[in-house]
């Protein structure tokens, strides 16, 4: 799962090599990657089954599922960093 503005993986596996890809900042912090690292790329292109991307939108959704659940309340982010957490969420409730 990575941000529709950080599709670098997902590009990656279909062009057969290491893509750099453009886009906006993404909100998903450490999911923002522009450049694939070529030891993730190799063990992901070996045993990923699939690869999703998500938008902002996407991603904002599962914050509010997020907190819901009460995760928000646990996770205390420090001034001016970002949190890739809702990633996951958001990947299993795409559509």
């Keep these: 799962m990575e941000p529709q503005a950080a599709p670098a993986l997902i590009a990656s596996i279909r062009a057969g ?25 190799k063990g992901l292109s070996r045993d ?5 991307t998500i938008s902002e939108e996407q991603a904002a959704r599962a914050v509010g599922i997020l907190a819901q659940e009460g995760f928000a309340r646990h996770h205390r982010a420090l001034p001016g960093s ?4 809702p990633g996951s969420i958001a990947g299993t409730t795409r559509g």
């Design 17 to 41: 090599h290491a893509v750099t890809t453009q886009g906006p900042v993404s909100a998903m912090g450490r999911l923002d990657c522009k450049a694939p690292s070529l030891i993730a790329l």
């Design 48 to 52: 990923a089954d699939i690869f999703v």
């Design 82 to 85: 970002r949190r890739s957490s």
